[in-house]
């Protein structure tokens, strides 16, 4: 396991011997590894193959000159420190020189002292560009954080995180696998790279066996040499660990894939960076989850409290938000939109919480001042979750149940599609299961009763297509009524309506 320990790579070149010999023995005291080459042919040659950190050429060498040097090494190693040194300088070369990205220009003869001095300057002017990488690094970790505070799928954020991992290292490919730590379950594996399809050992599970003894967050690098149409290639191969609070929460795998043999520290800085964000995101994650469910635990504990003092209400919520998931299914709903509407339907009544026992129990017709007062709870709803930015998903469902299709309903008396999708398909599902249900002064009605009411109601209450919907479902014999209501429904009359249009998502 090497991370670029070997010493600083100097080429001299020089079609004149006796100035390679010289510059050898003045560099011979410092520590670099130092390369003359008097044919400037053999010198590109070996740049080209080999890993290079300064070059130091002559300007003019017979058929080749330093400005090709310059280019090949450049066009190699992007960061590379190329000098020039020239006897008879021009302003003009000079310039042209430095344009083309070499780092300084020595007039020979010069002393020794002065070729040591610009070398060590170019070498920390290089470490300078290199560290800046680091520097990248850091950035890119400021903004793979800032997403791991927003509201973002865990795995579209390790999606980032290998993204962010892949054009840091400039790798060919990189994995994500994440497991339960207690279980050593696999929860995820993202993968990015070149190919559609990763190589197998980005996303093998074996990588994970490499920690299994160890709690030291330092990668494991692995090196192949292989040939790529017949060029030698070295493959990197890293297995970044990814610790929570010294709990082992999977692996970061990259394969980098690069002619010269060189990882550099800054390098394994940036990936060490990216591998604490994918932690600190998988352990917000696993907070906000927690936080998600102790919050939904709570919210379904209020739902309840307003089922309790609802007598005729019992179960109400749990089979309307069944019935709507099931809906929302047959229209294609994603699962973050299914998640939302669980969500949704589980606190659709929860303004009823703010209105008084006497009217919320009143078996007979309410009075003016008393309905108003009983409209009021999908507003009533909305002022209970105001501020929970957990709950905000839950607002089209609280805030649009009651409002009609043909724009007579409350609060807002919106119509048609102004209606959120959310509340027109709840609407629907609260409505067919109010009619079902039992109430203390009456028996639920039949299904032949609550889908004459949902035709009856089809296009001025509810939005023909989402009626439609339940239909649909209906027909397949998805509703399991025995499950929710304790008897059979007979389901025949259904097969006679017609659907009025196709339903849409
Ligand atoms: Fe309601």
Known sequence: MMIRNQPISIVVVDDEKYICNIIVEALASEKYEVRAFSDPREALNY???NSVDLVLTDLVMGEYTGIQVLESTLASHSDATVILMTAHPTVQTAISVLRKGAYDFLVKPFRLELLKATIRRGLEHQQVIRENLHLKGQVEFLKVAGAANAEIEIDDFLGMVARSCRKEMDAAAVGIIEIEPSTKEVLRKVYTGTDELPPKEVLQNSTLDKFAYTKSNKPLIHKKEVEVDGRKQTQTWISQPIFVRRRFHGVIN???????????PGEIDVLAILANSAAAAIANYRHYEDLHASYLQAIKGLANAVEARDQYTAGHTDRVTRLAEQMARHLGWDERRI???NMGCTLHDIGKLGVPDDILNKPGHLTDEERTMMQSHPELGLKIIDGIDLFRPAIPYIIAHHEWYDGTGYPKGLKGEEIPIEGRLLAVADTFDAILSDRPYRDGADLSVAVSELVKFKGTQFDPEIVDVLFDLL?????DFVLHYG???????????????????
């Open 475 to 479: 027909r397949a014999g998805k509703i």
């Open 487 to 505: 008897r059979e429904m007979d389901t025949s009359q259904i097969e006679e309506l017609k659907p009025t249009e196709k339903a849409r998502v």
């Open 254 to 264: 990259l394969l980098i894939e690069s002619r010269f043999d060189r990882l550099t």
């Open 339 to 341: 998640e939302h509407l």
């Open 47 to 49: 740049i080209e193959q």
